[in-house]
């Protein structure tokens, strides 16, 4: 049976594609692994492909239709809803849920994306955390370490309790080097949130790093597997 992880953030750019990845990198040794971006919003003038999606074919073990990988793609790097509305389409989340389960007919494990934060509205009745909650996947946080985060990651762990989800861990992902007391934030999260801290990336004026992924993040996050060669 394959495994799912939805990554989720506190906003949009805090680094969930640079988890996501590394995750997949890690995985591809062992075991078939693949990305999944439900919903991507913004494409860069001359490419045809939004660049989270690209990223996490790159990082990928699996061959699979791009349409399964990313069922829903807008240009405009705006909200999805509104996205989705400008072009006259409706993002149902059970077309995203077959897309899932065709990716898993090929996976072992399959790291699903969210776009935005978990409360970003997909149609006016559903919004991201629908995503995870139809697959039936553990949700991984990533926070955006900056002024502000701690009030953003309660409430988004708040919303993934409330529909009753599991957050199985976070990533502090600091993202605003400049940032009064960045570590007494990440240690006042690591005493509230009810999950473990999972790692603790620095990002430079240039861009992000990936981290280390190692076997016993992976069987803390259900994701190790026997390798299917």
């Known amino acids: 049976m394959s495994r799912g992880l939805f990554v989720t953030g506190t906003d949009t750019g805090v680094g969930k594609t640079v988890v996501s990845t590394s ?3 890690a995985l591809r040794g062992t075991c078939r692994a693949v990305g999944m971006k439900p919903v991507a919003a913004g494409i860069d003038e001359g490419e045809t492909l939004n660049a989270d999606v ?6 990928g073990s699996v061959d699979a239709p791009l349409s399964d990988i990313n069922p829903y793609s807008f240009a405009p790097p705006i909200a999805p809803e509104i996205a989705a509305r400008a072009v006259g389409t409706t993002i149902d989340v059970d077309v995203i849920a077959a897309a899932y389960a065709r990716l898993t007919e090929r996976a072992d494990c399959v790291i699903v994306e969210g776009a935005g934060g978990a409360l970003v509205p997909l149609t006016p009745r559903t919004d991201m955390l629908d995503i995870p909650r139809r697959l039936g996947i553990r949700v991984l946080l990533v926070v955006g370490v900056r002024l502000g985060c701690i009030n953003h ?4 762990a708040l919303a993934i309790s409330a529909r009753g989800l599991a957050l199985t861990g976070w990533v502090a ?3 605003d080097p400049a940032m009064r007391e960045s570590d007494a934030n990440v240690a006042t999260l690591a ?3 009810p ?3 999972i790692a603790d990336i620095a990002w430079n004026a240039r861009d992000a790093p990936r981290f280390a992924v190692h076997d016993a993040l992976l ?3 259900g994701l190790a597997v026997a390798s299917s060669a």
């Not at 690209?54 to 990082?59: E, P």
């Not at 990651?153 to 988004?156: D, E, I, N």
Request: overall charge positive; cysteine-free; glycine content about 0%.
């Open 54 to 59: 690209q990223a996490l074919i790159d990082a």
């Open 191 to 193: 005493e509230r949130l």
């Open 23 to 25: 995750l997949l990198r």
């Open 153 to 156: 990651a309660l409430l988004s």
């Open 219 to 221: 069987r803390q996050l």
């Open 173 to 175: 992902s600091r993202i």
């Open 195 to 197: 999950a473990p801290l």
